[in-house]
């Protein structure tokens, strides 16, 4: 399982960016994948997660309104559109997927946003807003 970011730079305040994460190495379908954030000495925390296949998608509320995550099967690619920025979402961000593990979970939508269910997370990309 391979899980690349890209996309990430210095933008200004209320200005945008649009992370991609490719993946492979896995089947692309049926998987829970999202974006979690690290900022300096803070824990990773959510961003948004989604089913591949649509019929979930969720966002922390830190970000609600101003990001949008989108997929495209076809390229097996998880996009972040992140608009509005403003100093506090600088962070590396990180891609990350369960491989389907959790999949259609009853309780996946009260726990979407925990790290320790997605096995598997790309290197990062860094999003410095000033």
């Known amino acids: 399982v391979q899980l690349v970011e890209s996309g990430g730079g210095s933008v200004q305040a209320e200005g945008s960016l649009r992370l991609s994460c490719t993946a492979s190495?896995?089947?692309?379908?049926?998987?829970?994948m999202g974006w979690f954030r690290q900022a300096p000495g803070k824990e990773r925390e959510e961003v948004g997660t989604t089913y591949t296949d649509g019929g979930f998608t969720n966002y922390a509320d830190s970000v609600k309104g101003r990001f949008t995550i989108s997929k495209d099967s076809a390229k097996k690619a998880l996009y972040l559109q992140m608009n509005n920025l403003n100093p506090d979402d600088t962070a590396m961000y990180y891609c990350?997927?369960?491989?389907?593990?959790?999949?259609?979970?009853?309780?996946?939508?009260?726990?979407?946003?925990?790290?320790?269910?997605?096995?598997?997370w790309g290197q990062g990309t860094q999003v410095t807003v000033s």
């Open positions: 990350a997927t369960d491989e389907g593990k959790w999949y259609g979970a009853s309780w996946y939508g009260r726990s979407w946003f925990l790290p320790r269910l997605y096995d598997y």
């Open positions: 190495g896995y089947t692309y379908d049926s998987n829970c």
